[in-house]
Structures are given as C-alpha cells and as structure tokens.
C-alpha cells in the first residue's frame, strides 16, 4: 500500500533547539498513525509542519506524489482536515457556521452543504438540534464532535489530529474514542493523531510512533514497543504508563 504522506529528512528548529531533527515517516492510506511521545518531543510540530502552519527548516514532504510547496498548500489544505487541541471553535459563531466556514468559503451550494451536514451529525451522532448552540453553550464533547465536522465537512483525505481528546474527563473521552473509531473504520480514514497517551495510542494506532527529543525513537505496534523496545527510553516511556505496560 502507497503512503498518501511522506516525509523525508523534514527538519525544524529554534533559535533557542532544534524542535524536529531529520525526520523520515511515511503515513499509509486508509490507516491510523498515532505520533506519542513527552511534551515538547516534536509530535505537535510535526503536524503542523505537513499542513504548513510553519515552514521546515529542511526536507521534503510529499502529499498524495506531490511535493507539498507554499505555491499548493492552500489547494491541497481542502483535502486535509485539521481538529487542533481543545476543538479551536469560532466563539462567536453557532455550532452550524463552525462547521459550515470552509463550504461556505469555497461557495458550495446549500444543498450540498444541508445534506453533508446531515451526514456528519449522523455519523458523529450529534443532535441536530444543538447545531444553533454557540460552542459555550455546549459541552466539551460535543464541541468536540462538531469540531470534527468542520474537519470532515469537504471529505478530506487526510486527517490530522491533535490531542483531540485530551480535555475531555475520562467517560467522555472513552465515549469519543469508540466513535471516533468507528468513524474512522466507517470512512476507511487516513488519520494522523496526537496523543500523549500510551493506551489511546495503542487503541487507535494500526501504527505507533514514539518520539523523543525531536526523533523518531521507534515505530510500529505496541506489542512491538512492549516487547522490543530500540532503546532504554523506549521502555521507561511504556514502564510510567503502567495500565498499558502491565496489559
């Protein structure tokens, strides 16, 4: 199976470090990759770096066999969504326009827009009736269902996600993580997800990443990790998550 992304020798640094050392990864169509790691190891980068909210340093990232550039990024953005960390809604506009920006930017018609609305509250299963709420006047699970409509709104082929999840309390979150699941399976979804959670990691990932320090430490199951860990941080990372370590 092709890779619909990939990233080669893809560096990036500060001028107080280096945030993302020559880094080399492939994410294949039709799976889930999961990037994990300590805060501040690059994961976060890394996403941003392939939807071009900043630049590399240095390196190539193709997307789809063609070479991400500033001259395409903006016509190859409506074939990527993007759910930031905590939902990053509009305050100021209802559940309905959140969703709706992009398609309405791109002057789609509103019939279209109506029924792929449908869709989404269908398959995210968000009630329809909540979609005149403004994002106070929702929780923080359904804020972030409908920030995954705006993601999923122009059927993107590439998903990235950045800690989705992470603000949720935990029987929310193990809700969302079902059905962000089942969504996924459901639409054969290419997904690029943030986690700094080993279980989350091991519950979405047909491929796991751990990073450190800006590399790459290990990629590939987490029996992989568990069992053949590359390096002793390898297994101090999976020893101090010790529900998975133990599993």
Known sequence: MSALVQLVDVTKGYTDAPALHPTNLSIERGKTTVLIGPSGCGKSTLLRIIIRLIAPDSGTIDFDGSQITPANIEILRRRIGYV?????????????????LMARHLEKSDKEMRTR??????????????LARYPLELSG?????????????????????????GALD???RAS???DLKEIFARLRQTALLVTHDLAEAAYFGDEIV?????????????????ERPANPFVSEFINAQRSVALA
């Open 176 to 178: 969302l993580q079902k």
């Open 170 to 172: 935990p029987l929310v």
């Open 210 to 226: 751990l990073m450190n320090e800006g590399r790459v430490v290990q990629q590939g199951s987490i029996t992989d990790l568990r």
């Open 117 to 130: 609305l449908s869709e989404l509250c269908e398959l995210t299963r968000f009630p329809e009736n909540l």
């Open 84 to 100: 930031i960390q905590e939902g990053g809604l509009f305050p100021h506009l209802t559940a309905h326009a959140n969703i709706l």
């Open 141 to 165: 699970g359904q804020r972030q269902r409908v920030s995954l409509m705006r993601a999923l709104m122009l059927s993107p082929e590439l998903l990235l996600l950045d800690e989705p999840l």
